[in-house]
C-alpha cells in the first residue's frame, strides 16, 4: 500500500488561515470516512485532531476543521497560531482491511 | 485517564526478533469498543501503522510487513506485544502503540513512544 500524498510544506502568518490536502484514492480516502488527522511536535507522540474526515476530540481547538471531497481530504487551520507549528500526517482505512498514513507536512508560521 | 507505555529493548541486533510491550492503564484493554494496535516512525522520517489486535486476539497487518509481523494480547496483564522478525536496520524506529477507535477508526490515544535501534 502506498502512502497517501501530502505537500512537505505548509506555511502561514499569525491569523491566517491555511489548509493542508491529502490525496489517496478510490480505496482509501475516496471509499471511507475513516479518515483522521494528527498533530505531532518534536519528540512528542502524534495527537489525534480530526477523524472520521470532520469530527474534533473533545479538547481540541475548533480552529482545526476537516473536509473530504472524491479521493483527497483537507485539514484547515484557521487563527494560524504559534503552537500550531508542527508536523501534520493524515491517514485512511483501506479496502485491503489495513490502515495508511500520509507522507506528511511541515507547517510553519511565519 | 487511559495511559499506554511502551517497554522493550532499545537495541536489537540485525536479523534478530524485535520484541516490544504495551502495558495499558486506567482501563481495560477488553473494552468491547477499541482496537490496539502499533506504529512506527523511522528518524525524520513518517509515520508507518504496523497493525492493530482486538482484545479476542483478531488481528489485522500492514501487508508490506505481515510476514515478520505477530502482534499477541494478554487480557489478564492488560498488556499487547510485538514482535518483528528478522530485522534489519531499516527497522530502526521510535515505536509507538495507541488505542484504536474500532478497527477502521482513528489512534486516539497514544503511548509516548520508544526508541529501538538495529545494530550489532
Known amino acids: 500500500q502506498s502512502a497517501l500524498t501530502q505537500p512537505a510544506s505548509v506555511s502561514g502568518s499569525p491569523g491566517q488561515s491555511i489548509t493542508i490536502s491529502c490525496t489517496g484514492t478510490?480505496?482509501?480516502?475516496?471509499?471511507?470516512?475513516?479518515v483522521s488527522w494528527y498533530q505531532q511536535h518534536p519528540g512528542k507522540a502524534p495527537k489525534l485532531m480530526i477523524y472520521?474526515?470532520?469530527n474534533r476530540p473533545s479538547g481540541v481547538s475548533n480552529r482545526f476543521s476537516g473536509s473530504k471531497s472524491g479521493n483527497t481530504a483537507s485539514l484547515t487551520i484557521s487563527g494560524l497560531q504559534a503552537e500550531d507549528e508542527a508536523d501534520y500526517y493524515c491517514?485512511?482505512?483501506?479496502?485491503?482491511?489495513?490502515?495508511?498514513f500520509g507522507t506528511g507536512t511541515k507547517v510553519t508560521v511565519l | 485517564q487511559l495511559q499506554l507505555q511502551e517497554s522493550g529493548p532499545g537495541l536489537v541486533k540485525p536479523s534478530e526478533t524485535l520484541s516490544l510491550t504495551c502495558t495499558v492503564s486506567?482501563?481495560?484493554?477488553?473494552?468491547?469498543?477499541?482496537?490496539w494496535g502499533w506504529i512506527r516512525q523511522p528518524p525524520g522520517k513518517g509515520l508507518e501503522w504496523i497493525g492493530s489486535?482486538?482484545?479476542?486476539?483478531?488481528?489485522y497487518y500492514n501487508p508490506s510487513l505481515k510476514s515478520r509481523v505477530t502482534i499477541s494480547v494478554d487480557t489478564s496483564k492488560n498488556q499487547f506485544s510485538l514482535k518483528l522478525s528478522s530485522v534489519t536496520a531499516a527497522d530502526t524506529a521510535v515505536y509507538y502503540c495507541?488505542?484504536?477507535?474500532?478497527?477502521?477508526?482513528?489512534?486516539?490515544?497514544w503511548g509516548q513512544g520508544t526508541m529501538v535501534t538495529v545494530s550489532s
Open positions: 495507541a488505542r484504536q477507535d474500532g478497527g477502521e477508526g482513528a489512534f486516539d490515544i
Open positions: 486506567g482501563g481495560s484493554i477488553s473494552s468491547s469498543s477499541y482496537y
Open positions: 489486535i482486538y482484545y479476542s486476539g483478531s488481528t
Open positions: 478510490s480505496s482509501d480516502v475516496g471509499g471511507y470516512n475513516y
Open positions: 472520521e474526515v470532520s
Open positions: 491517514s485512511s482505512y483501506t479496502s485491503s482491511s489495513a490502515y495508511v
